[in-house]
């Protein structure tokens, strides 16, 4: 889970700055763009949390396993 999120993170951040480089001239992408960053913290957050989670589990099941 935590490499979908991370690779979400990476393609949310390049479509970002796609919209940034080569928005039309009348065109404002500044509520695109504040919505991009929102997902990409969002999406960083949930990448820290599912790490911090497996490293949680994975110390709960060697205990488990050598405990009997």
Do not use: R, W
Not at 35 to 63: D, H
């Amino acid at each position: 889970m935590k490499y979908y999120a991370f690779i979400l993170c990476v393609l949310i951040v390049f479509t970002g700055m796609y919209i940034q480089f080569f928005h039309g001239k009348e065109d404002d992408p500044v509520g695109f763009l504040s919505i991009s960053y929102m997902a990409t913290l969002a999406s960083i957050i949930v990448t820290i949390a599912a790490g911090k989670f497996e490293k949680k589990l994975q110390m709960l099941i060697k205990t488990k396993s050598e405990n009997g």
